[in-house]
């Protein structure tokens, strides 16, 4: 059995979590939950955006599984996302965007996977106002080591999972010092991996080559800022946030999570869609080498999907969250 940190979230968080746990234990996936929360919500009610005791239990477990998280508005803090990726170093940003049959997109073949660079770049938060002169500087601060760890670990991703190509998106031609650390890191990687096809694209073609012909892709690899937005663009190729899967990964944790956000006008509604949450789940899965009950739950979404009937409104269908849920668990 794994032990897993479970962190429901915010808004719609609890609904869609719920709905996953309740897939999983009926595939009798091995795992064990251990329930902890931060955000919004746990710090209206303890004064804690993060608690000590989540911190110590995704310290003990190694693995986490993550709902839509509110950090407050306005209060100063720091983005919780942010914060967990850099504490822990989770410096890859792993995000699938697959076209699914039953799922409406305008675009067909799209089967990529993109890495971002998860603690450094424009994210860095090192930024410096002179209020007397009415500037603000925020600082790309990259560095050698996290080009590198990026940059090899999509090029292992694709060597593993049999993936035929790795792109890299920059803008060296611009910044020239940050975007030749990441070309010098991918050469590098790339020479380890003979058998990978290399390119490199300007970020600005990138995005209307994703657009244009996204089946050409396979695996982006890019910095955290560009990664962000990129990000958001392949998934909006393949049915939106609401249907991809999200990780963050380090050399000994992992945290895995729904992109999306935490829709708390519709939250208590039964109207969540948790598609984004149960694939996260199901990369979890792998990740932890349940490969067998995460293909059959897979399958097993995949044929929901197919009927609309049994989808939830955001994707054309009736259902409710526990709805959709069931319909899951019984087509297993």
């Known amino acids: 059995m794994h032990l897993v940190t479970l962190i429901p979230g915010d808004g719609i968080g609890p609904e869609i979590t719920q709905a996953v746990v309740a897939i999983l234990a009926a595939a009798q996936a091995p795992v064990v939950w251990e329930t902890e929360n931060a955000g919004q919500t746990t ?6 955006l993060i608690p000590v005791s989540l911190l110590a239990s995704l310290e003990k477990n190694r693995v986490g599984l993550k709902g839509p998280l509110t950090t407050p508005v306005g209060k100063g803090f720091k983005s919780i996302n942010v914060t967990l990726r850099q504490k822990y170093d989770l410096y890859q940003n792993v995000r699938p965007s697959k076209t699914t049959p039953g799922v409406k ?25 002179d209020e007397h002169h009415g500037i603000a500087d925020s600082f790309n601060r990259i560095s050698v080591l996290g080009c590198k760890h990026i940059c090899r670990a999509a090029f292992a991703y694709a060597a593993k999972h049999g993936r035929k190509k790795v792109t890299l998106a920059h803008k060296a031609n611009i910044l020239k010092m940050a975007g030749t650390l990441m070309l010098n890191a991918c050469q590098e990687a790339a020479a380890e991996f ?3 096809v290399y390119e490199d694209k300007i970020i600005d073609n990138m995005c209307m080559q994703l657009v244009t012909r996204p089946e050409q892709f396979d695996v982006i690899v890019t910095t955290n800022l560009f990664g962000d937005i990129l990000s958001d663009l392949c998934a909006g190729l393949v049915g939106g946030l609401g249907v991809v899967a999200g990780a963050n990964i380090g050399d000994d944790m992992a945290i895995f999570e729904a992109v999306h956000g935490s829709a708390p006008d519709i939250a208590g509604q039964g109207k969540a869609n948790p598609t984004a949450l149960l694939r996260s789940a199901l990369m979890m899965l792998e990740h932890l080498g349940e490969h067998a009950v995460a293909q059959r739950i897979e399958q097993a979404l995949g044929a ?5 009937e049994h989808c939830t409104g955001d994707l054309g269908g009736k259902a409710s969250t526990s709805q959709f849920a069931q319909f899951v668990i019984d087509n297993m």
């Open 304 to 308: 929901t999907l197919m009927n609309k």
């Open 43 to 48: 710090f209206d009610a303890s004064g804690e």
């Open 105 to 129: 997109t305008r675009y067909e073949g799209v089967d990529l996977v993109l890495f971002r660079e998860n603690t450094e770049g424009l994210y860095s938060g090192l930024e410096v106002y």
């Open 194 to 196: 003979p058998q990978i």
